[in-house]
């Protein structure tokens, strides 16, 4: 039976990870996510699931018993915000090398350094162009609803096991701190299934199980790059994932946004059209892989696109590459915390896109 | 010679918990006996199929190829969240890492002291030669004072280096150890008795009290640039006397 409620956005994200069946939760307490923790502390998981919940001594910590359970073929996840994920971006690249499937959460914060607690896209490019060392990809889903946020950890753990990847969600302090109306699915059963890649202790007349990133080998390693890649390849196929407003009438221009603040854009788009302004939204949903043909397929029929984020235009790349000069590409950000209000991207809109002094 | 291999003549083998793989120690290296003593240990309480380890970050990085046992291999002093993230999810199994000093007692200093504080029920064996073997024999934590490495190369200053770190005494000073103990591996006597702790080490992981601590002060001829029975000996008469062997924390009666 699926139930209706009013949640904040990390509870909510808690809340579905014991739903997933997850087998075990690791992390540190940070601003503005430790709702996460302390929900699942508070709820407890292990009577209801046997879910493992533990406390680590650092967000380092807990990204490798992340690693160490992932090993084990188990649904295991963590969540931080900004600072805590760029300490946690070595153990992520080890994830990513040994091909393990876990859920990273992270409710962004503005940067850089210690930075602020409000919310802030400014992590775009962490999470999708690399991150930590190494030549690697993380599948990569920014939802904008807290309901979006519940459906992306079950659909995280359905692709880190599909493709044996680590799944990032990328949220922010707007998501994870908002109450919103929510539907819950039904408790998921634990997995059960004893993965062939995963150590449980030797099986007899078997291999033994090594999960390990290194090969000394230059050749060995160019393998398992080139297995990455293939990999990749086929999350590109397969994973592309975006919603669009008004895409598919007449319009000759388009906002470009993603999270909590297409939200804002939809506001905006709203209000210009109300002013007779042909306009429309396209939200990626997926950020890697990205929807670069759907945008190029867009671009070609608009006098303009403008991205709005908030980060000094990290998503306006992949915008970029994506319209590949078939229109121009604009761009309007806040950052350090700040939210653009829906007034500013109309304004953005006229001055920028159609050109109103 | 034929008439004599026969397994009724048998008096001693290989462990079946080690592989066949060729081993990438130096001669005279201690890695090897501790592989071995650790090997035969699990072997001999029959648990292969029980037991997931931890490779570390250093000389015995490559430890997954010679245990015949599912291995993780972790980053560089991560070894102990590793396993605990291993234990918690299968707390069932006999969960070990094998770390050096340079791994467990410098960039993993934290990892390992909040291990043993939540007294996670792993067992942690940590060889202590005093030196970077892997990265060619610079400084440790464990480093002597006035010993030479090759990022000391005039004797570890304490005045600007620091002094070296005693990190089993002070776990042995945590709640959550259950036994702490400092043997070595460098005459049979020694190997026997270290195999003896190993398995004892183990076996507590069922009674759920805590985490083991074994400390093997071992040696590095290559980088301490002495024969191995030099580096044995120097090592009797240095080592030793800092990090004198024997049991720190016994489990009470």
Redesign the interface.
């Known amino acids: 039976m699926k139930e209706l409620k009013l949640m904040k956005g990390n509870e909510a994200l808690a809340e579905a990870a014991i739903r997933a069946g997850s087998?075990?939760y690791?992390g540190y307490p940070i601003t503005p996510q430790s709702e996460v923790i302390e929900y699942l502390m508070a709820h407890n998981p292990y009577e209801r699931t046997g879910m493992?919940v533990?406390q680590?001594?650092?967000e380092?910590?807990?990204i490798?018993?992340?690693?160490?359970?992932?090993?084990?073929g188990?649904r295991?996840l963590t969540t931080s915000s900004s600072p805590g994920i760029s300490l946690m971006q070595?153990?992520i690249s080890?994830i990513a090398g040994?091909e393990l499937p876990c859920v990273v959460a992270n409710v962004v914060r503005g940067g850089p350094g210690l930075g602020t607690i409000q919310p802030s896209q400014s992590d775009y490019f962490q999470a999708v162009k690399g991150g930590g060392h190494g030549d690697y990809k993380l599948i990569t889903l920014a939802p904008a609803t807290v309901q979006e946020t519940v459906d992306y950890v079950k659909l995280a753990f359905e692709l880190a096991f599909k493709y044996r990847n680590p799944v990032m969600i990328l949220t922010d302090g707007i998501i994870g701190q908002m109450m919103e109306k929510v539907e819950l699915f039904e408790q998921q059963p634990r997995l059960t299934e004893q993965f062939d890649w995963a150590?449980?202790?030797?099986?007899?007349g078997k291999d033994?199980?090594?999960?390990?990133?290194?090969q000394?080998q230059s050749e060995e390693q160019e393998k398992v790059n080139l297995r990455l890649q293939a990999k990749y390849r086929e999350v590109e196929k397969n994973e592309v994932r975006y919603v669009t407003h008004h895409c598919d009438e007449e319009i000759d221009y388009m906002i470009v946004a993603f999270g909590s603040c297409a939200r804002i854009a939809q506001k905006a788009m709203e209000e210009a059209r109300k002013q007779g302004i042909k306009i429309g939204l396209f939200r990626p949903q997926s950020l890697y892989p990205y929807p670069y043909d759907a945008i190029n397929k867009m671009a070609g029929k608009l006098k303009g696109i403008l991205t709005v984020e908030m980060n000094a235009g990290q998503m306006l790349e992949d915008v970029k590459l994506a319209v590949n000069g078939k229109t121009k590409v604009e761009f309007y950000g806040r950052f350090g915390g700040m939210i653009p209000s829906p007034n500013e991207i109309l304004n953005a809109i006229k001055t920028k896109l159609i050109g109103e002094k | 010679m034929s008439e004599l291999i026969k397994p009724e003549n048998l008096v001693y083998q290989k462990s079946k918990v080690l592989?066949d793989k060729v081993m990438h120690y130096c001669p005279g290296c201690g890695h090897g006996a501790a592989h071995k003593m650790l090997a035969e240990a699990i072997d001999e309480l029959g648990i292969?199929?029980?037991?997931?380890g931890?490779?570390p970050v250093g000389c015995s990085?490559?430890a997954?190829?010679y245990?015949?046992?599912?291995?993780?291999?972790?980053?560089h002093g991560?070894a102990t969240?590793?396993?605990?993230?291993?234990k918690?999810?299968?707390p069932d199994?006999y969960v070990f890492t094998y770390q050096g000093d340079g791994d467990l007692a410098a960039i993993g200093t934290?990892?390992t002291i909040?291990t043993c504080n939540r007294g996670e029920n792993i067992l942690i064996v940590f060889i202590n030669n005093g030196i970077y073997g892997m990265t060619g024999g610079q400084m440790a934590p464990t480093t002597l004072e006035g010993m030479k490495s090759s990022t000391s190369p005039f004797g570890r200053d304490i005045k600007t280096m620091g002094n070296p770190l005693k990190l089993t005494e002070i776990v042995a000073q945590l709640k959550g150890t259950y036994y702490v103990t400092r043997q070595s591996v460098h005459t049979p006597g020694n190997a026997r008795r270290t195999k003896r702790v190993l398995k004892k080490a183990l076996e507590y992981q069922k009674l759920n009290k805590g985490t083991c601590f074994v400390e093997i002060v071992s040696n590095c001829p290559s980088n301490w640039k002495m024969s191995p029975v030099e580096a044995n000996k120097w090592m009797e008469e240095n080592m030793f006397p800092f990090y004198p062997l024997g049991d720190i924390k016994v489990p009470e009666q």
Request: a negative charge; glycine letters at 8%; charged letters at 20%.
């Open positions: 087998d075990a690791f493992v533990l680590a001594e650092s380092v910590a807990s490798n018993m992340v690693y160490g359970a992932a090993g084990c188990k295991v070595e153990g080890y040994a150590t449980k202790g030797k099986v007899s033994h199980v090594i999960i390990t990133s290194l000394l | 592989t292969q199929n029980e037991t997931i931890v490779a990085v490559l997954y190829y245990f015949d046992l599912d291995m993780t291999e972790a980053a991560r969240a590793v396993a605990t993230g291993i918690r999810v299968m199994k934290g990892e909040h």
